[in-house]
Structure formats: structure tokens, C-alpha cells
């Protein structure tokens, strides 16, 4: 723990269908970047229906658990997952800024997701609530419209996140995996080995349970 006054609290929203080492590594790299007193995991709500074959909300946080057990600054928080409707990252990030008014909150988002900000609900909003890092993801590439909001809110923020409270969009460039969660699945759909791109726990858990066959 870190002897700061101001606590630094990331955040990483994901459907981790499954979790793997392309969303580990960046997370553990933050978590060291950053000084992150903790990085919480927040797979989201899903209907239950959609996209089969995929993983319950009880199978993807229990293979949230299993990949971060080793490490205490990963947090896995099944807020947004356990509730019956979906719920907008601008909701979410109220919930956490009143229960951590004093805390510096990073929200993290891959290259990808970051291009398509501007179809998030209440992103203004988001940007008063949080400061945003942009995790650099193989060939994902930068939306003008994102290159854009980057760079007026460097402009008047500067482009650290430390030490502002919110609003402050940082890139971050981490080690670089080109795994997805729809790759896996398609592996695992066609009978071919997911070996190294999950942890060895989580592996043994999906094919212990038949997921995405
Ligand atoms: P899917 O293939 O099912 O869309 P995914 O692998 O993209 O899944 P998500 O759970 O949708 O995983 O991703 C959660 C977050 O992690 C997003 O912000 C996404 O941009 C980021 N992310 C996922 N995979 C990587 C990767 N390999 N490198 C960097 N960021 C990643």
C-alpha cells in the first residue's frame, strides 16, 4: 500500500468471455505503472441468451477469480455482472465516486474501445467522473474523433493522469498480446488448443465445465 494521501483506484470493464492473458498482462503492467493501490476488474452484465456458446455470469467471474488469485492488486467486482439489467459505465463510476470521493479514478480501455467512445452513454459525463487511460491493443487504430477529444483534453489537462482527479485521458502503451476473447472461442468451437493464452487454471476450468464448444 502505497503512503500517498490520495488513494489511485483503476478500473477495467470487460465481457471476459473468456479473461486471458491479452486483458493479465496490460493489467499487471497498470497496476506497476500506475501505482495503483488496487485495479478492479468489472465484467459487465450480459443476457443470459446472447451470443451462445458462452460463459454464465457465474463461469466468467468464477474464471475472473481463478486468473487473479495470485495477485492481490487484481480486484474482481461483479457489481455491473450480477444485475438484472445493463448498466452504463457512467452509472458505475457514480456508484464508485460516492463510495471513494477523495480518490484519484483510472479508467482503463483498450485502443479499441476508446475509438468508440463517442457512442458511450454520457460520456461527458464519464470524463467528469474519472480520468481515462488508453491501453494501446493490437491493430486497433485511433478514431478521428478520438485523436480529437485526446488532444483537447491534453490541452487543458495536460496528458497525465497523475495527480488530476478527472478528466485527464493518458495513453499507455504496455506489452502488446493480439489475443481476443472471440479467438478463443472460435479455437475452442473448432477442437483446436488454447494452450498460453489463459492461465493453466482457467483452462482446465473451461474445459472441465465443456464452455464454447
Ligand atoms: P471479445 O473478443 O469477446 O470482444 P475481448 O478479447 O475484446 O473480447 P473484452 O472483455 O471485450 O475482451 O475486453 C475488455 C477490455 O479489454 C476492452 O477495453 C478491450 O479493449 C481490452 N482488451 C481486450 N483484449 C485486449 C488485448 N489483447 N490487448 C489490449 N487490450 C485488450
Known amino acids: 500500500m502505497s503512503n500517498r494521501s490520495q488513494q489511485r483506484i483503476g478500473l477495467f470493464g470487460g465481457t471476459f468471455d473468456p479473461i486471458h492473458f491479452g486483458h493479465l498482462r496490460p493489467a499487471v503492467e497498470l497496476v506497476e505503472h500506475f501505482q495503483l493501490d488496487h485495479l478492479r476488474l468489472l465484467p459487465n452484465h450480459r443476457p443470459a441468451h446472447r451470443d451462445k456458446p458462452s460463459a454464465s455470469t457465474a463461469q466468467r467471474i468464477h474464471m475472473l477469480n481463478l486468473a487473479?488469485?495470485?495477485?492481490?492488486?487484481?480486484?474482481?467486482?461483479?457489481?455491473?455482472?450480477?444485475?438484472?439489467?445493463?448498466?452504463?459505465?457512467?452509472?458505475?463510476?457514480?456508484?464508485?465516486?460516492?463510495?471513494?470521493?477523495?480518490?484519484?479514478?483510472?479508467?482503463?480501455?483498450?485502443?479499441?474501445?476508446?475509438?468508440?467512445?463517442?457512442?458511450?452513454?454520457?460520456?461527458?459525463?464519464?470524463?467528469?467522473?474519472?480520468?481515462?487511460?488508453?491501453?494501446?491493443?493490437?491493430?486497433?487504430?485511433?478514431?478521428?474523433?478520438?485523436?480529437?477529444?485526446?488532444?483537447?483534453?491534453?490541452?487543458?489537462?495536460?496528458?497525465?493522469?497523475?495527480?488530476?482527479?478527472?478528466?485527464?485521458?493518458?495513453?499507455?502503451?504496455?506489452?502488446?498480446l493480439a489475443i481476443s476473447a472471440t479467438d478463443i472461442r472460435h479455437r475452442i468451437a473448432a477442437g483446436k488448443s488454447i494452450e498460453f493464452l489463459v492461465p493453466e487454471r482457467v483452462n482446465r476450468y473451461i474445459v472441465q465445465q465443456a464452455l464454447y464448444r
Not at 107 to 112: I, N, T
Not at 124 to 139: H, K, M, Q, S
Open 68 to 176: 487473479t488469485e495470485a495477485m492481490a492488486q487484481l480486484i474482481v467486482d461483479s457489481r455491473e455482472a450480477e444485475r438484472d439489467k445493463p448498466s452504463y459505465t457512467y452509472d458505475t463510476l457514480s456508484e464508485f465516486r460516492d463510495d471513494y470521493p477523495q480518490a484519484s479514478l483510472i479508467f482503463f480501455m483498450g485502443l479499441d474501445a476508446f475509438s468508440g467512445f463517442d457512442r458511450w452513454y454520457r460520456w461527458e459525463g464519464i470524463l467528469e467522473l474519472a480520468n481515462l487511460v488508453v491501453v494501446d491493443r493490437p491493430d486497433a487504430t485511433l478514431s478521428a474523433w478520438s485523436a480529437n477529444l485526446l488532444a483537447t483534453q491534453s490541452e487543458k489537462l495536460g496528458n497525465s493522469v497523475i495527480n488530476v482527479s478527472a478528466g485527464a485521458i493518458e495513453r499507455c502503451s504496455v506489452t502488446q
